[in-house]
């Protein structure tokens, strides 16, 4: 299998064209094919010589998955799936070893969102996930592998809006602070001069709160972060979301007001809504405490019901209450709208599945 030259950097990329035969500077002008051209494949790369794009293509690909299924939703919401590319050259990276048979069979989705003149991506980071949130279709499949940097930029470029896309979002399949090293690396690709060339307030983070990574991403990154809160209250938090017995959401919040948010960088904070669970004044009142003095947004999310788990959907009379209390206690809060939903590319509802 050849090695894949995407989720390399200029520096990485000028050694693979030593060590092909080729002089150093065209590492450089790989770096400009792969992130500002996006080119398919070597042989596109023009401005290198014939045969030095066949020594390359001798060990190397570009590494551009193209999706094996795209469908539009009728708010104009496309969801791409794609094949996972996983090999033993670290595209899976160090963290997690797992069956490569069963990754032959996994996939990954990507969801494009348009809205006005903006064209946002939610990318994966990971083929399923290891945090178990009991209401996300994503968690409840269980873990299969990190992607690697290469299969996560790949979703940019294969995408048939990558050269329209204005923002991204890494809230698709996968927790991106458990894969920190590749996701780390593709957004310095996204963010440098040399690759994508974004202003980092074009890119979202979102974790249920890893703490450990999380602390190197606000100290690493300057993009923004969302925070999947969904309920204020440790125990009642547990109870959908395991995560909460490892990373307190009280420890995570104290870790984020050590940053400064006051400027161009922004923290949110998700909340899915359900109906008797967590959509009460308590509950409200209970928020507005734990994120007192926080410059913050708090996100209301409308829950998509999924098989087998016991809560349903908040009333939007309902929500709008809870966000109006919100507001009236100084907490900016916004109902965010459901996009996707008639495809499941709606928030919970990445599962990897594809039609047989």
Not at 282 to 290: G, K, N, Y
Request: with cysteine; glycine share 8%.
């Amino acid at each position: 299998m050849k090695k894949k030259l995407l989720g390399k950097t200029p520096t990485e990329l000028k050694d693979i064209a030593v060590s092909c035969g080729l002089p150093a500077f065209t590492g450089k002008q790989i770096a400009q094919w792969l992130y500002v051209k996006r080119v398919r494949s070597i042989e596109e790369m023009t401005n290198l010589s014939k045969t030095g794009r066949a020594r390359l293509a001798e060990e190397y690909e570009v590494g551009v998955t193209a999706p094996i299924d795209v469908q539009t939703s009728i708010d104009g919401t496309r969801k791409y799936l794609f094949p996972v590319t996983c090999t033993h050259d670290g595209a899976l990276g160090a963290i997690e070893s797992v069956t490569p048979g069963k990754l032959e069979t996994a996939a990954i989705e990507a969801v494009m969102i348009p809205d006005d003149d903006r064209k946002t991506l939610c990318v994966s980071s990971q083929s399923g996930c290891k945090m178990g949130c009991h209401f996300c279709m994503t968690g409840r499949q269980g873990f299969h592998g990190h992607l690697s940097a290469a299969d996560i930029i790949s979703q940019f470029l294969a995408v048939d809006e990558t050269f329209e896309l204005t923002n991204t979002v890494f809230m698709g399949m996968g927790e991106p602070l458990d894969n920190w090293e590749n996701v780390r690396r593709a957004i310095e690709i996204l963010t440098a001069d040399w690759g994508f060339g974004w202003s980092p307030k074009r890119v979202t983070l979102s974790t249920i709160g890893v703490i450990p990574n999380l602390r190197r991403y606000l100290d690493e990154s300057r993009c923004h972060l969302a925070v999947s809160l969904h309920d204020p209250f440790p125990d009642e938090r547990e109870s959908i979301m395991p995560v909460e017995k490892g990373y307190h959401i009280r420890d995570v919040i104290d870790l984020i007001r050590q940053y400064d948010f006051t400027g161009q960088r922004r923290v949110s904070f998700e909340y899915t809504m359900f109906s008797g669970f967590n959509d009460t004044k308590r509950h409200a009142d209970a928020i507005v405490q734990l994120l007192k003095g926080l410059e913050c947004r708090v996100n209301l999310i409308r829950f998509h019901k999924i098989p087998d788990f016991p809560y349903s959907t908040t009333s939007t009379a309902m929500m709008e209450a809870f966000r109006d209390r919100l507001t009236r206690s100084g907490i900016t809060a916004t109902i965010r709208a459901s996009r996707g939903e008639d495809i499941f590319a709606a928030c919970g509802l990445l599962a990897g599945a594809h039609k047989q």
